[in-house]
């Protein structure tokens, strides 16, 4: 940004990393941070996010290992200055935002999975932390399944990325109801020739009072982000 003070970054990704859908996992890369007058330089080879805040007063990025199930490190950096290490955490961070006005972050973590098959299948448990770039120490933990508010059951979505409000005093996040239990296998029967014949016809009635409601996909939830 004009505000840095001559400074840029980018993200050097490679080719194979930008082929997958939106719903990936961050793509892995080299955070490139320079400065334009002096041309200094440094790299950081595992970074999968980083934003400068709106005045460019500091510089936010998360580095984690290549499979995303090893540690993780949120940081931030003063252009020209030192990196200061906000989290550093087993599992993964992601869906980092910032307030509008530079000063709050929030973002979503998750432990690494138990085993490889509830890795694939999603299985992961995520979590809403809140961090104060002006005020420092440890992030806040906003919410997690079980925090009051969120129904029995229900966990934080990790489809959906926090938000703040226009004031930012509040964060805004996602839930999801719990995945429905498997189907159990159809009984194996052994028809009557009369029980044959009545096969395929199917005779029913009922009410709009006696339709189930439908599931709810989804609820978005509000804290207090100061």
């Given at each position: 940004?004009?505000?840095?003070?001559?400074?840029?970054?980018?993200?050097?990704?490679?080719a194979?990393?930008?082929?997958?859908?939106?719903?990936?996992?961050?793509?892995?890369?080299?955070?490139?941070?320079?400065?334009?007058?002096?041309g200094?330089?440094?790299?950081?080879?595992?970074?999968?996010?980083?934003?400068?805040?709106?005045?460019?007063?500091?510089?936010?990025?998360?580095?984690?290992?290549a499979?995303?199930?090893?540690?993780?490190?949120?940081?931030?950096?003063?252009?020209?200055?030192?990196?200061?290490?906000?989290?550093?955490?087993?599992?993964?961070?992601?869906?980092?935002?910032?307030?509008?006005?530079?000063?709050?972050?929030?973002?979503?973590?998750?432990?690494?999975?138990?085993?490889?098959?509830?890795?694939?299948?999603?299985?992961?448990?995520?979590?809403?932390?809140?961090?104060?770039l002006?005020?420092?120490?440890?992030?806040?933990?906003?919410?997690?399944?079980?925090?009051?508010?969120?129904?029995?059951?229900?966990?934080?979505?990790?489809?959906?990325?926090?938000?703040f409000?226009?004031?930012?005093?509040?964060?805004?996040?996602?839930?999801?109801?719990?995945?429905?239990?498997?189907?159990?296998p159809?009984?194996?029967?052994?028809?009557?020739?009369?029980?044959?014949?009545?096969?395929?016809?199917?005779?029913?009635?009922?009410?709009?009072?006696?339709?189930?409601?439908?599931?709810?996909?989804?609820?978005?939830?509000?804290?207090?982000?100061?």
């Amino acid at each position: 940004p004009a505000e840095a003070g001559g400074w840029v970054a980018y993200h050097l990704t490679p080719a194979a990393s930008r082929e997958g859908d939106e719903g990936d996992a961050p793509a892995h890369g080299t955070l490139v941070i320079r400065n334009l007058a002096s041309g200094e330089e440094t790299r950081h080879p595992s970074a999968t996010f980083f934003r400068w805040t709106r005045g460019g007063e500091q510089l936010v990025v998360v580095d984690s290992t290549a499979t995303g199930e090893g540690q993780s490190t949120l940081w931030s950096r003063v252009p020209g200055g030192e990196a200061t290490t906000v989290l550093e955490t087993p599992g993964s961070i992601r869906s980092v935002t910032l307030a509008d006005n530079g000063d709050q972050i929030a973002f979503l973590h998750a432990p690494p999975a138990p085993s490889d098959e509830d890795a694939e299948n999603g299985d992961r448990s995520w979590s809403v932390h809140h961090w104060s770039l002006s005020s420092g120490g440890e992030p806040r933990l906003v919410a997690a399944a079980g925090t009051q508010g969120i129904p029995s059951g229900w966990s934080v979505s990790e489809n959906q990325s926090p938000s703040f409000s226009d004031d930012g005093s509040r964060v805004f996040f996602g839930t999801v109801p719990p995945a429905p239990p498997p189907a159990q296998p159809k009984p194996k029967y052994s028809a009557s020739p009369s029980q044959r014949k009545r096969q395929g016809q199917i005779n029913f009635s009922a009410t709009p009072a006696s339709a189930a409601p439908p599931q709810a996909n989804g609820q978005r939830h509000a804290v207090s982000g100061k």
